[in-house]
């Protein structure tokens, strides 16, 4: 399936070469390797010697880095892994790389278009879907359903999600935001 990211070196830990990854929310623990790759470079294969979680970040001992100046020649780099790699999100999470593409669509099976980006907000995630109505942003909250099963992700959306949706096609809505 490709390459996904799942990080970003942030800083150096430590004097032994340990990175401080970003992001990864707990994948780093099961893999044994990773892709670095540096803006504007390759992607370059780095076996994983060990993971654990420290604060905010996972401090990462990578085979051949072996002391500070090794660690922080990696910070901005970003961390993929091999979607095979990675095995099952764990209920109620996705990956990225799943959503991609995704259609997107109301409960009531008008379609909104399809998940092309991914917003990382810190809080919640904001899928970014483009239609033929535009671009409209979802945040990743409890009326959006991801359904694997069917390939396809629904949203029971809140009053004003979508309204400007429902005014192009006259619904209720439209009546409701007359003033």
Known sequence: MGLVPIGMVVRAIGLEGRVGVAGSAGALGRLRRVELRRPGAEAAERRVV???PQ???????LEGVRDRDGAEALVGSEVLAWREDLGEAGEGFHYWADLE???VVTVAGEELGRVEELYVTGGVDVLVVRGSGGERLVPLAPYVTVDMEARR???DAPTGLLD???REKGGPRAERNRT
């Open 55 to 61: 604060g905010k970040v996972w401090a990462v001992q």
């Open 101 to 103: 593409g995704l259609p």
């Open 164 to 166: 400007e949706v429902e």
């Open 153 to 155: 992700v629904v949203v």
């Open 50 to 52: 060990d993971a654990r």
